[in-house]
């Protein structure tokens, strides 16, 4: 079956960085687009980019354009998300996802806090 577990979650200052991981298993992934959402309090999910099979980063939100990068490793199988200059409205839990059709897996997901 399908397994998607994230990691590098945690608390972080302001400006500070983050890298978050994710494990993938239960699929061929390299034929996979992967993405990353996040879900902040009080608020639905959101798009935070994807990445394609072939390892371009696309779909960044505007809000972390410039900020965030994605990257995989199909080696590995598994989906990076580098987080710089983080902010505190980056606070939120932060999941992998792949679609395929109709279906939607999903990771536990991965608590962030950004606070001083």
């Known amino acids: 079956q399908v397994q998607l577990v994230e990691s590098g979650g945690g608390l972080v200052q302001p400006g500070g960085s983050l890298r978050l991981s994710c494990a993938a298993s239960?699929?061929?992934?390299?034929?996979?687009?992967m993405n990353w959402y996040r879900q902040r309090l009080g608020k639905a999910r959101e798009l935070v980019t994807t990445?394609?099979?072939?390892?371009?980063?696309?779909n960044y939100a505007d809000s972390v354009k410039g900020r965030f990068t994605i990257s995989r490793d199909n080696a590995k199988n598994a989906v990076d998300l580098q987080m710089n200059s983080l902010k505190p409205e980056d606070t939120a839990v932060y999941y992998c996802?792949?679609?395929?059709?109709?279906?939607?897996?999903w990771g536990q997901g991965t608590q962030v806090t950004v606070s001083s």
């Open positions: 996802n792949r679609r395929w059709g109709s279906q939607n897996n």
């Open positions: 990445v394609t099979k072939a390892g371009q980063g696309i």
């Open positions: 239960g699929f061929t992934f390299s034929m996979f687009d």
